[in-house]
């Protein structure tokens, strides 16, 4: 019985390993640039929060550019400051003049480019996140894409800027994104001091991300584990105790 119970803790244990090395695959596949809207109601005001994380062994991340929209561009655009990091929202004039709220726009915000001091760029197992504050956004099922371009300090360059397919795998390099949704009956599409109140940023608080989740699943999983293996050496101990 006790080789019995030895092996079979043995095999779980096998698994639990091997659950732990699929999560680890799986979060550093979905580690990549990526925008959480807080409010994404058409007609309204959002927080876009541009999650960043480094992911070269030997430079850090010291600029982003985020691209935004040209055909349904934002009439208004703000940055949320980050400690050692300028930001420039630049201001170009539109391939076509568009129709917003009955207004016809000619020039827009088209880019916001971040870079670091020296002190403050992102290290190695490191991420920031940056808070833009937009809109109106245009109307409900409107995917926004906007590519954004990683700059590390060895003058490497990643492009963020692959368009998803719905049914497909995700791309390499995907595009920040999101769909506008229908307005509610709270949503006023007004400009207020609530609506474009700045969000909280630092480097210990992000939106959930893939990796959290399988942080969790893990967890869970190796709390199952544990437990299967527990109650199998004490039921070997009882029949060793019983004789039988």
């Known amino acids: ?101 009955g207004t016809t726009v000619t020039k827009a915000a088209t880019s ?12 190695q197992n490191e991420y920031q996140t940056f808070s833009l504050s937009v809109g109106k956004l245009p109307v409900a099922g409107t995917t926004l894409t906007l590519p954004a371009a990683q700059t590390y300090t060895d003058g490497t360059v990643v492009s963020w800027d692959q368009p998803a397919v719905e049914g497909q795998p995700e791309p390499e390099h995907p595009a920040p994104s999101f769909v506008t949704t229908a307005e509610d009956d709270t949503a006023t599409g007004h400009h207020t001091m609530d609506a474009l109140a700045p969000v909280a940023t630092s480097n210990t608080q992000a939106p959930v991300s893939g990796s959290a989740v399988w942080g969790i699943v893990l967890g869970a999983t190796g709390l199952l584990l544990g437990g299967i293996a527990l109650g199998l050496v004490l039921s070997g101990r009882r029949n060793t105790n019983t004789g039988k």
Request: aromatic share 6%; no cysteine.
């Open 112 to 123: 916001v480019v971040w870079t670091a001091d020296a002190a403050h760029a992102i290290g």
């Open 1 to 101: 019985m006790k080789t019995t119970t030895r092996r079979t803790i043995k095999a779980i244990a096998s698994g639990a390993l091997a659950t732990a090395l699929l999560a680890v695959g799986a979060s550093a596949a979905s580690a990549h640039v990526h925008v959480t809207p807080d409010n994404p109601t058409a007609n309204g005001y959002a927080h876009l929060a541009f999650t960043v994380p480094n992911e070269s062994p030997t430079a850090k991340t010291n600029k982003l550019e985020v691209k935004l929209p040209t055909d349904a561009p934002f009439t208004y655009v703000a940055v949320q400051p980050v400690a050692g990091w300028n930001a420039k929202v630049v201001t170009t004039t539109l391939p076509k003049p568009v129709t917003v709220s």
